[in-house]
């Protein structure tokens, strides 16, 4: 093989940036936890949902399935910031303009392949017939999530979720230049709380809480059946855009008859 390729590659390799960035994303996960806990809506909602995840956590099998996922997430976690992100970094001074909007770029281009992905091989909303409901099922377990549930997860699609992810970063990063550090910090906190607060058990619907309450209760919506819609994560865009909004009773073409709910939390146990 062509050394210079080589050469190159490994040049390219920037492995003390993807430390500071995973060292950036624990960093800033901590500080913003510690921060919203000041805020007493966020407190209470994080004592309500700690609460429901401890009680699931009694049942045997609950407990197996969050800790074979653990295992496999610090797997993902080193081939994603040894092996990926590298090739993908810089420290280059970028203007902030530049920052957010190519945080908006890589968050809403992963929700479109994640919602075709959810759509069409996890669930059978289409013309492939979800091939891989058998994985997604595992997820569809808890009918009523708590925050942790988001991680309640075949780690087949934890590495397909990831993937993603970290395959629009990189496919990206070949067409607008490599991202800055702060933008995959940035994202990345995004993300992951995105898809952890979708699961968060959420009672206060009021200013400035509206928005948190909308996406707690629209994913909500989707554990309820198998059938439901609101198939992206980060916004609801795509589901608006493609006719597959949710909010209780079905989506166009997939209608159906939400049964009263029998107990407000802790329901959907394996
Ligand atoms: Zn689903
Ligand atoms: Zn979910």
């Not at 806990?37 to 994080?46: D, I, L, Q």
Request: hydrophobic fraction near 45%; aromatic fraction near 16%; glycine fraction near 8%.
């Amino acid at each position: 093989m062509d050394s210079a390729f080589w050469d190159g590659l490994l040049a390219s390799y920037q492995w003390q940036l993807s430390l500071y960035t995973a060292l950036g994303i624990m960093a800033v996960t901590v500080l913003g936890k510690l921060a919203l806990r000041m805020v007493p809506t966020v407190r209470e909602a994080g004592k309500l949902n700690a609460e429901t995840y401890r009680k699931k956590m009694e049942n045997p099998r609950y407990a197996a399935n969050q800790r074979w996922n653990r295992k496999w997430g610090l797997f993902f976690w080193v081939v994603i910031f040894a092996g990926i992100l590298p090739f993908t970094l810089t420290a280059e001074p970028q203007p902030i303009w530049q920052i957010l909007l190519d945080c908006f770029v890589i968050l809403m281009v992963y929700d479109f392949f994640y919602y075709l992905v959810h759509r069409f091989l996890f669930h059978d909303a289409g013309f492939l017939g979800g091939p891989l409901i058998w994985v997604h099922a595992v997820h569809h377990r808890q009918h009523n999530p708590c925050r942790e549930d988001s991680s309640f997860i075949h780690p087949i699609e934890v590495a397909m979720g990831l993937g993603l992810y970290v395959a629009c970063i990189f496919v990206l990063s070949r067409f607008m230049g490599n991202f800055h550090v702060a933008t995959i910090v940035i994202t990345w906190v995004a993300f992951s709380q995105i898809n952890l607060h979708n699961h968060d058990l959420w009672t206060v619907d009021r200013f400035p809480f509206k928005y948190l309450n909308t996406m707690s209760v629209m994913h909500h919506n989707h554990h309820a059946r198998f059938t439901g819609g609101n198939f992206a994560t980060i916004s609801l865009l795509y589901d608006w855009m493609f006719g597959t909004l949710d909010y209780g009773a079905g989506y166009k073409g997939a209608e159906y008859t939400p049964k009263p709910k029998k107990t407000p939390e802790g329901a959907g146990m394996v």
